[in-house]
């Protein structure tokens, strides 16, 4: 089965058409080309340097919009039929470096 949305190991998130389309339905303050940007980041793998030229802002602009995209999707987002969300804190024995 596809996960809906995923974080590699080089920390990009990536998700499904449907995934970033539940959580941009809560994105009301943002304009219409920044949602799309936002999409061709995390579904389309798109790099945020190129996007933040192509609009006119920065890096961090977009990797803010990014970031707030992900917490609804993370707050908000389907699941899966069959999948369940779970929370985990590792102390630093547990993680890769």
Known sequence: ???????????QQRCSR???RSASVK??????RNIQAIYE????GRQQTELADELGI????????????WALHI???ERPDGWT??????GAAHTTP
């Open 18 to 20: 449907s995934t970033h």
């Open 58 to 69: 920065t890096k961090k602009a977009v990797s803010q919009m990014v970031s707030k995209v």
């Open 41 to 44: 980041h995390l579904v389309d």
């Open 27 to 32: 994105l009301k303050r943002l304009k219409e």
């Open 1 to 11: 089965m596809k996960k809906a949305c995923l974080k590699s190991s080089k920390r």
């Open 85 to 90: 969300s779970i929370s985990v804190t590792l």
């Open 75 to 77: 707050e908000h987002g």
